[in-house]
Antibody
């Protein structure tokens, strides 16, 4: 089971980046997927979750209106589109596999399927003028 | 839910037992709490889920316990390879949250 992120880089405030996460070694379309970031200020911070079929998604408050999580089950790839980036968004972004499918109800109330059982190696995002 | 970990840093000699604490600001639903290990320069790795179940291929030197708001990770017979930051993660209430970490050093 492997997850490989890409797409990080150095960008100016207000610009955009799209992160990708290629999955292998498991049936991607059967599992919910998540993004977690690690920043100097706040440590590990949950960013977003998407259900196994891509129909449901939930974002952290700081990401609402700026970030979009999506997936392509035909390509076994997870995405995070980040717009209007701020300096506070600087950090390492990890994609992580959920331990279950993650339904709409699961992501709103909390559930065992939200356990993060496999993590990628991370991609670094630096937002600086 | 805010997770507070203690101590901030733990320095032990090889062979000693490490006891790491994670306290939640409110009850963790269904004890859905995990422990993660992050070695220097690496991504986090799942050690324990559901408060006390070891993840696949994790040594039995790692034991999770606790319920409600108080959880513990015990590492028996610590080894140099255990040098890492250990995080607790609750996923029983949305949004999931992480503790600030405990750094384990080997003397």
């Amino acid at each position: 089971v492997q997850l490989e992120e890409s797409g990080g880089g150095v960008v100016h405030p207000g610009r955009s980046l799209r992160l990708s996460c290629e999955a292998s070694g498991f049936t991607f379309k059967s599992y919910g997927m998540q993004w977690v970031r690690q920043t100097a200020a706040k440590g590990l911070e949950w960013v977003a979750v998407i259900s196994y079929d891509g129909k449901n998604r939930l974002l952290a408050d700081f990401a609402e209106g700026r970030f979009t999580i999506s997936r392509d089950n035909s390509e076994d790839t997870l995405y995070l589109q980040m717009n209007n980036l701020k300096s506070d968004d600087t950090g390492i972004y990890y994609c992580a596999k959920s331990s279950g499918a993650v339904t709409y109800a699961d992501m709103w109330r909390g559930d065992s399927s939200l356990c993060l059982d496999v993590w990628g190696q991370g991609t670094t995002v630096i937002v600086s003028s | 839910i805010v997770l507070t970990q203690s101590p901030g840093t733990l320095a032990l000699s090889p062979g000693e037992t490490a006891t790491l604490s994670c306290r939640a600001s409110q009850t963790v639903s269904s004890n859905l709490l995990a422990w993660l290990q992050q070695r220097p320069g690496q991504a986090p790795r799942l050690l324990i889920h559901g408060a006390s179940s070891r993840a696949t291929d994790i040594s039995d030197r790692f034991r999770g316990s606790g319920s409600g708001t108080d959880f513990t990770l015990t590492i028996s017979r610590v080894e140099p390879e255990d040098v890492a930051v250990y995080y607790c993660h609750q996923y029983g209430t949305s949004p999931s949250t992480f503790g600030q970490g405990t750094k384990l050093e080997i003397k």
